[in-house]
């Protein structure tokens, strides 16, 4: 298994912890120390060696961090968080700060006397990040300064960093060779005037030089900082030894070098060199400065060509997400054939689920630990069922299924909200909301230019006419065998920038009612040149390709309340569900499919 | 009649005002002179004595400016002014530009060396549209320089500024007293620190103020400049003697000026002074700057409050727009009564229309120029009817008919779309497409704290499906006797301003077809809090109150389009016209309207 169900946190050895940061932080005369969730890589996931703010707190989470002063800590965590914090942390050791509504600068300000200095690790903080810090202490007097990681002294046991094995992505998934990925970034920063540009983000790496890894869970990267310079040449810094299996990938123009060279590296560097504000570690910039090198803030130049897969990426998301959609069938046709109600657990549907994405034999990982929801589990939007929470299914109930593979061709996230025996009236009618919503931009066609901001709405209007909504994106962009949250793309409040084709974007508007059940449908889909119909106008559009072909529950929709265009597409959808995913699976799925498939 | 449809424009005048303009520029050693369209208020509408674009170019549009060079002069127009500058201007003088692609600045940058002096009036423009020129002129060498207006003198015959009598809005229309405002805006600049705050907009000062006037076409405003203390006392600088018929409106506490001491009232102020950089001249900021007052930038404060009508406002809104109504109502019984096609022309329209508000005894002038296109006029979005352009209406094709009235309770903004005689497929198919969008935004209810950009998708979603749009905004916001188009609240792309319950939209989809047919279907809605439904969320949302209650033309609906919730909200839309506009129409419009809100 990849997912485990253990309780990881351990509030008891938080207290002890913090008295030996608190002892180091008295020796540098700091009144305070930041410890942060992040690694210097600010992703998603973090290795073992990078776990500092879980092993100092307890806490857990995937975003937030700690601010430990001499008399209180705050451990800073937004809303997906504020009942899981309080179950993790000693409460009488820290006290958990709800943000961002709270801000570090003003919660510091608050505490704290002129003078006051503050350390922080400069690898494991952006730029931007501290410079809003520093704007929100600016006059009190109170200073932010870079020290040794005061948390990794007095860890003790901390894991080595991940060290494994790289391997090739090949060319035949990647579309196009880093030789050409490296040529045409080099253009991009000759046009811009730079004359390198600083890599932080892992998978920006991996996409550039086409290799994949293990460092890190259900993200398959390889760990280290990479230079790209104007003349396509990139200088690459990792754990050393662990290219021996990628034998003649790289070619002369990308140089390995151990990550510990890093800082010389840079500091060699004629500028101007582009650093990305928002991902490169501050500690990036400074030593940049510091020798006199000009710093060009702008985009990271991997992350919109990475966010516009190529045609090999998008047949390979084709092929995975069949691949991953015959899984899916096969544990739907058993779960249906399985007496449920008062017998399964959600944990048992996490191990029947991975089983058979198992058994394609293609499975690399899964693309994050499975949601598995029933009842009211189910109106916690990020549940992760552990031994302690899982739940016996209950007759009634509806349970939400969030699960998604890692394969060598795509990435895939697929929601399904299932029924356990007959489900009630106010279960559908919310379900068949959300489903109208998700039928709505599944549908959609619209002006380039516009951004998921400009989408989002149309996957609430439904449920708004109910005076309902939900407290999450729409939608979010999804890497090629790489991050299953990939940016700069989103179908959501906060998707500013443009849509274009090739992007890959999830689909998952859902509904929540706490306490009693939660309803989420998600599908992958791309972004695609619209075809012109007749009596169309003649400007430019855009639509989207549905990836995912796995029937949505019949028996939650209440037909009625489809219009003809809904309806309509959600029989087209099961007639190309069954077309392409029939050849796919056991005789037993296929026949569940035929009936799971038929028309409303 | 309110309207005219005389063709203003007289290219052939243009070259030798041009001529003596350069004289003067010369005679100030200046490369260049702006002439913006915009007067001191930045208002929509200009007086005559303000019309210097017109005056020197010919062009009559309602933005828009002119840069004379010495070899050069060009006419900086939007998309909606490609066509018609070409027909106003003479093209050997005035070098027509797209604007705003190409920006003033780099205009001037490509064309002029190093020292070239730019002079403008200070009065006409704003601080942040010069702080804008200066910003791309940075490292030009080219420096923009205040000057007298050189329009003004060599204008002989420029008319005098407007100086009629303005009167009290009384209180049962206003709802609030210019006492109770003047001294809810002073606790808010109190509250910011700032000492007083310069009013320059003509419509801030006429809601502050609870007053209305005739300066300019069709907005019963006052121009003046006014001086709001944190005191809550307000000087104000206008023509002389025009207060007669207002009596003691005004009280202690508002002083009246000429408007020539208004520099001089500027400069004994006491810092900080809060100036509005998008709408304020740049000499007011110039001139505090000068004398060492403080400058506090910031929004015109009228603006939120004047934008969130209060219940008398809206209460006035709805009596308003019923009266409106039953004009219009009786406008239609006409044109269906009347053999229209090959018969009565667009003029013929606006006409009538004109008169039957007229007949309400209440209209205090037109809110716009009617907009009456038929057949291809209708797809030109500001299309003009003169006695040039008019068109005889023909068998088949459909009409735009967007007007609205002036009346002491409210201001009214109403599109119909009207057949001639039998329409085609193609017509009815796209009006249906609209009408669905027009209804998606009447139907709509969405959490508290969205913008319009979030709506805005909505009214065109129904047109995308079929690969369509309209180039412009869904609605715009409306005031109260006022202008009808008020920020900052709008339906639009722009429009990144929170809905607030009390602000008056229109909701007015359209599409357009270039050389064929224009549509446009046009209601008046007021943001109102939603009532929460069982079942709902516990969560606050606001929804749209209908104002505007005029049928919309069944022969045009495409009925098999419609959902059943849209065709339930037209069918319940027009039984509520047909109720609420019955009583006030004659008896033949009655029957008109019996059969007009018929259910479909």
Chains 1, 2 share one sequence.
């Not at 730079?194 to 460092?215: P, Y």
């Not at 060199?273 to 570690?281: E, L, S």
């Not at 394609?360 to 589990?377: K, M, V, Y």
């Not at 061709?409 to 697929?414: E, L, P, R």
């Amino acid at each position: 298994m990849f997912q485990d169900f253990e309780t990881t946190a351990d509030p008891s050895k938080g207290p002890a912890r913090l008295a030996a940061l608190r002892a180091e932080m008295a020796r540098e005369d700091l009144a305070g120390f930041i410890v942060p969730r992040a690694d210097a890589h600010q992703g998603e996931y973090v290795a073992d060696a990078d776990k500092r703010l879980a092993w100092l707190t307890g806490f857990s989470g995937s975003a937030g961090f700690c601010i430990a002063l001499a008399e209180e800590a705050g451990v800073f965590v937004d809303g997906r968080y504020r009942n899981q914090v309080r179950g993790q942390v000693d409460l009488d050791a820290f006290t958990p700060v709800n943000w961002p509504e709270t801000q570090p600068g003003a919660w510091l300000a608050e505490r704290l006397e002129r003078g006051a200095r503050i350390g922080f690790d400069a690898w494991l903080h952006t730029a931007g990040e501290i410079e809003k810090i520093e704007a929100a202490l600016d006059g009190t007097g109170i200073e932010l300064v870079t020290t040794d990681n005061l948390v990794d002294r007095i860890w003790s046991d901390q894991p080595v960093p991940p060290g494994g094995d790289m391997r090739a992505h090949p060319i035949d998934f990647a579309g196009v060779s880093h030789a050409d990925k490296r040529a045409d970034l080099a253009r991009t920063l000759r046009a811009a005037g730079s004359r390198a540009a600083v890599l932080t983000l892992s998978d920006s790496i991996a996409w550039l030089l086409n290799i994949r890894g293990n460092d890190i869970p259900h993200i398959p990267i390889v760990q280290g900082f990479a230079i790209l310079h104007d003349d396509a040449r990139v200088d690459f810094y990792t754990h050393p030894g662990r290219s021996a299996g990628i034998g003649t990938h790289f070619g002369p123009e990308v140089s390995l070098y151990p990550e510990v060279r890093f800082d010389a590296g840079l500091v060699e560097l004629d500028g101007p060199v582009r650093v990305d504000k928002a991902n490169a570690p501050l500690a990036v910039s400074r030593m940049l400065a510091a020798a006199g090198i000009e710093v060009a803030w702008g985009d990271d130049p991997c992350i919109l060509p990475k966010a516009r897969k190529n045609p090999a990426e998008l047949d390979g998301a084709r092929r995975a997400h069949l691949r991953d959609a015959a899984a899916v069938v096969e544990f739907l046709t058993w779960y249906d054939a399985t007496a449920h109600a008062g017998t399964l657990t959600e944990v048992d549907l996490v191990v029947e689920l991975e089983s058979q994405r198992r058994a394609s034999g293609a499975l690399r990982d899964i693309s994050f630990e499975t949601i598995s929801g029933s009842g009211p589990n189910g109106a916690i939007m990020h549940y992760r069922v552990s031994r302690e929470s899982n739940r016996t299914l209950g007759r009634g109930e509806i349970v939400v299924l969030d699960s998604g593979g890692q394969y060598d061709d795509g990435t895939t996230d697929i929601t399904r909200t299932l029924p356990v025996g007959p489900v009630g009236p106010e279960e559908k009618t919310c379900f068949t909301r959300v489903l109208q919503g998700m039928i709505a931009i599944s549908r959609a066609r619209f002006p380039k230019g516009l951004a998921g901001r400009d989408l989002d709405p149309l996957a609430r209007y439904p449920l708004w006419l109910a005076h309902l909504d939900f407290n999450h994106g729409t939608g979010h962009g999804v890497g090629s065998y790489l991050s299953v949250h990939e940016g700069p793309q989103r179908l959501s409040r906060l998707g500013e920038v443009a849509l274009d084709p090739g992007m890959i974007l999830s689909n998952e508007p859902g509904y929540y009612r706490d306490g009693a059940f939660g309803i989420r449908i998600e599908n992958l889909i791309a972004v695609t040149p619209a075809v012109r119909p007749e009596g169309g106008d003649d400007r430019e559009m855009l639509a989207f390709e549905t990836l995912t072909f796995v029937p949505i529950d019949r028996r939650l929709v209440v037909t009625e309340m489809l219009s003809t265009g809904e309806r309509d597409w959600l029989n087209a959808y099961h007639a190309e569900a069954r077309a392409k995913v029939g050849p796919l699976v056991s005789d037993a799925a296929r026949a569940w499919l035929e009936k799971a498939c038929a028309p409303i």
